[in-house]
Nanobody, 120 residues
Framework: QVQLVESGGGLVQAGASLRLSCAAS????????MAWFRQAPGKEREFVAR??????NYADSVKGRFTISTDNAKNTVYLQMNSLKVEDTAVYYC???????????????WGKGTLVTVSS
């Protein structure tokens, strides 16, 4: 069982930056796609970004603003969020998948989430 623990969320103003971290209990890189999802109040959970072996994918809504990366030595995946918008407000979840699919159902493990609130 892989455990994922997110951190780094908080309250910031629009235009600010935050870096989220996801610490894994064991080495997951190359064996899993590491992904970030988010869920805003009253909305469906949506894909944000993923990475495996340096290959990345992003949702159109965050391209150019968010960057996903890993530190293999620390078993950690990051989400650098710049130019934050009010609509980025959500609980952000770290996830891991053994498959190439990036849907919620394809994720094998989930973290408990970290809240990001962007104010105007």
């Amino acid at each position: 069982q892989v455990q994922l623990v997110e951190s780094g969320g908080g309250l910031v103003q629009a235009g600010a930056s935050l870096r989220l971290s996801c610490a894994a209990s064991e080495r997951t890189f190359n064996m899993y796609w590491m992904a970030w999802f988010r869920q805003a109040p009253g909305k469906e959970r949506e894909f944000v970004a993923r990475i495996r072996s340096g290959i990345t994918n992003y949702a159109d809504s965050v391209k150019g603003r968010f960057t996903i990366s890993t530190d293999n030595a620390k078993n950690t995946v990051y989400l650098q969020m710049n130019s934050l918008k009010v609509e980025d407000t959500a609980v952000y979840y770290c996830a891991a998948s053994r498959t190439i699919l990036r849907t919620q159902g394809a994720m094998d493990y989930w973290g408990k989430g970290t809240l990001v609130t962007v104010s105007s």
